[in-house]
């Protein structure tokens, strides 16, 4: 029995090992508490967020130790990168989508995007209805959306007279990023400087790269695959 309980304990500490390793350096795991990137991801998606995209300084790691804001490895985000930051002094974590880069000059103006001077181009893709995870009967405006660079991703749009649709010139400093969500008329992000403001490159997390599985309410009424109510089309999609 001795020799079992020695065993058992030894598998344990070795599952904790590379568990431990594996979210520190790998890829750690998140879900998603609320639309503001709608639809790109939905609410209860559950995402892995790769750690070694960007390098590794003390808010990449668990519990944020004290080892040192400069990053090892360090990596810049791409523009349309969708990743997951800390506010420290807010205590909890983000997820938005990458919009302006450092230097970059930043502006919405009757709720189209202009960067640098020029309207990011969208193509409408159709009307959404459907109930928010909050119990809301919801209309949005569906558009492919293409960045500089040439990503492209969908947005929502409730509305282009929306209270963040016309903003103030904003120009990105050195070393910090401009975040949006995708469901553009639903996100508190980099929009509004009272709150979230610029993104200084230390507190960037990591990227989102997949979602693993999904904790999705099939009742929403997008055009999700659910069979028998599983919301397997949320499933192992890679994070565009």
Same mark, same amino acid.
């Given at each position: 029995m001795a020799?079992?309980? $020695?065993? %058992?304990? $030894?598998? #344990?500490?070795? =599952? ?15 879900h ?5 990137m709608?639809p790109?991801l ?5 995402i ?11 808010y990449s790691?668990?519990f944020d130790?004290?080892?040192?804001e400069e990053r ?6 791409d523009?349309?990168?969708?990743v997951?930051?800390?506010?420290? !002094?807010?205590?909890?974590?983000? =997820?938005?989508?990458?919009?302006g880069l450092?230097g970059d000059? =930043?502006?919405?103006? +009757?709720g189209r995007? !202009? #960067? ?8 409408p893709v159709?009307?959404?209805d ?6 809301? +009967?919801t209309?949005?405006k569906?558009y492919?959306?293409?960045l ?6 969908? =947005? ?13 010139? !904003?120009?990105?400093?050195?070393d *910090?990023?401009?975040?949006m ?9 980099s929009?509004?400087?009272? +709150?979230?403001?610029f993104? *200084?490159?230390?507190y ?6 997949i979602?693993? %599985?999904s904790?999705?309410?099939c009742?929403?009424? $997008? ?18």
């Amino acid at each position: 029995m001795a020799h079992e309980a $020695k065993a %058992f304990i $030894k598998d #344990i500490l070795g =599952i904790i090992f590379f568990y431990v390793i594996f979210t520190t350096v790998g890829w750690a795991s998140f879900h998603i508490p609320s639309g503001s990137m709608e639809p790109t991801l939905e609410v209860g998606d559950r995402i892995f967020v790769a750690k070694f995209a960007y390098g590794y300084n003390q808010y990449s790691l668990p519990f944020d130790p004290p080892v040192g804001e400069e990053r090892l490895f360090e990596s810049a985000p791409d523009r349309g990168d969708v990743v997951v930051f800390t506010l420290p !002094y807010r205590d909890t974590d983000y =997820i938005k989508r990458v919009i302006g880069l450092p230097g970059d000059r =930043i502006q919405m103006k +009757e709720g189209r995007l !202009y #960067i640098n001077g020029v309207q990011v181009p969208r193509s409408p893709v159709g009307e959404v209805d459907y109930t928010s995870y909050n119990g809301f +009967e919801t209309r949005v405006k569906e558009y492919d959306e293409t960045l500089p660079g040439g990503t492209v991703h969908r =947005i929502y749009e409730r509305t282009d007279r929306g209270r963040l649709d016309n903003t103030p010139l !904003y120009v990105v400093p050195a070393d *910090h990023y401009f975040m949006m969500g995708d469901n553009r008329d639903a996100s508190a992000d980099s929009r509004e400087m009272d +709150e979230m403001g610029f993104v *200084h490159k230390k507190y960037i997390v990591g990227r989102a790269d997949i979602t693993t %599985f999904s904790l999705y309410d099939c009742d929403q009424g $997008k055009d999700v695959f659910c069979p028998v109510g599983i919301p397997l089309g949320r499933f192992f999609n890679s994070i565009n």
